[in-house]
C-alpha cells in the first residue's frame, strides 16, 4: 500500500467514527422509540443532526438537503430544520482557506488577485464561495472545495446505506436502491469542478441567445480541479421579491422554468438541484444560475418518455402510460402501480393540462406535493412498493423543487402554453444530435 492510499484509509476511518456517530445516533433513538416507546422530541432531535451534519459538511450533508426536498420522505420537524443546511453551512476559517488557496493556485496566489475576501459569501455542503477581484479589476466567485472530499464521500455513502435501511423499515413505499445509485454517482461527479467547468459551457451554450438567462463565466488560469473561478453575477434572492406586484411574480415563475426546462427539453440535461442557493434575480427580473456540479445528462427515449406521459394522461391512454413508464426505466408496471403511479403523474402534470391561468397548486400549505405524496406512499406501501429508475431521483427533485418556488411566489401563469412552447416541435432524434454535438465540443459523455 503506498502513502497516498495509507493517507486516505485513515482520513476515511476518521470520518466513519466522525459521521457514525450521528447515524448511530438516530438510528438508536428511532429505534428506542418503535421497540421500547421512548418518547422523541422530534424538534430537538432534528436540531441536534441539522448542528452536527452542519458540522462534519460533506456528502452526508447533501443527502439531508435533498432529504428535504422530497415530500413526505421525512417528518416536518426534520425537514424545516435541514432546509437550513441548504445556503446556512458554518464556513472554514481564513487560515484553512490560505492554505488551500496555495495547494490549489501556489504560494504566491495573492498576488493573483487586487482583492480577495476572507469571509466566504456562501458555505455548501462540499465546499465554499469567496468573492475576489482579479487584477484586471474582474469580479470573480471563487469556489473552494473542503479538503479530503473524495475520503468524506466514500466513507459518508456506506453510512448512507445505513440511514436507507433505517429508512425502509420504516417505510416500503419507496426501494431506496436505484436511488443510492444515483446519489453516488452524482455526488462523485460533483466533486469534479473540471467536469463542472464543461457543464458551465453547455448552459451557456443553451442560453447564449436568452437575454433573461444568465450563467457564469469560468477563467482557466485561476482554475483546477477542486477551485473554480467564474465570473461574479450579482442578484437577489428570488424570495424578496414574495410581495412584489403579481406581474412580476409571474414573470419571475416564467423565467425560472425555462431555466430549469428548457435545457431539460432542447439538450436532454437538467440542474439536479433548485435550492434558494443556487439561483438569484438581476433588476431587470432575469436569473442567474450557480453551481452546475449536480447535473443530470439523461437519454434522448427518457425525454421522448415525459412527453409521452403527458400525452397518455391528457388522452387517459392506459398502454401510452405503460410504455411512457417503461421508457423511463420503471419495470414490472401492474394495473394497480399505474394507477398510483398515475395518481402522482396527474398531481405533476395537472398544471399543464388546461390551457387557462393558474397556480401551480391549489393549497398553499407546506411543501410542493406533500399531501398527495402521502397517500401515494400509503397506496405503494399496500401494494409492494415500487423501485424507481435512478434517472428519476433529480427529475422529481427538481420538479418538487421548482413547484416550491411557484408557491412561495403565488405565481399565476398559463404553465400548459409555457410547457407547449417547449414540447411542440420536439423530435428524439434531433434532440440526440443536438446533446451529442453540445457534449462533444467539451469532451463529456452521456
Known sequence: MNEDES????????????????????????????????????????????????????????VAQLSATIPDLLPDEYTKELMHLQSNAPPM????????????????????????????????????????????????????????????????????????????????AIKTEEVYKEITQRLNEELDYEREKKLMSVFNKIFEKNSFIHVPKTFEKYSTKRLLTMSWLEGKSILTYKESKKEIRNLLARNMYYAWYKPFFEYGVIHGDPHLGNYSVQKDLSINLYDFGCMRIFKSKFIQGVIDLYYALQKNDEALAVHAYEQWGFDDITREKLQVLSKWANFLYGPLMEDKVQKIQESENGIYGAQIASEVHRELKKIGGVKPPKEFVFMDRAAVGLGSVFMHLKAEVNWYRVFHELIDNFSEKKLTERQQNTLKLVNLQL
Open 7 to 62: 493517507r486516505s484509509i485513515t482520513k476515511q476511518i476518521k470520518r466513519y467514527a466522525q459521521v457514525g456517530g450521528v447515524v448511530g445516533k438516530l438510528a438508536t433513538k428511532l429505534a428506542s422509540q418503535k421497540y421500547l416507546g421512548v418518547k422523541l422530541d422530534k424538534e430537538k432531535h432534528a436540531l441536534e443532526i441539522r448542528e452536527a451534519l452542519g458540522g462534519i459538511k460533506g456528502p452526508l450533508m447533501k
Open 93 to 172: 476559517g481564513w487560515l484553512f482557506v490560505k492554505r488551500r488557496m496555495a495547494t490549489e493556485l501556489s504560494q504566491d496566489w495573492q498576488k493573483k488577485f487586487k482583492e480577495f475576501d476572507k469571509e466566504a459569501t456562501r458555505a455548501a455542503s462540499l465546499g465554499q464561495v469567496h468573492k475576489a477581484i482579479l487584477n484586471n479589476s474582474e469580479k470573480v466567485a471563487c469556489k473552494l472545495q473542503y479538503p479530503d472530499m473524495q475520503s468524506a464521500v466514500n466513507a459518508d455513502l456506506s453510512q448512507l446505506k445505513m440511514i436507507f435501511s433505517i429508512y425502509q423499515s420504516y417505510n416500503k
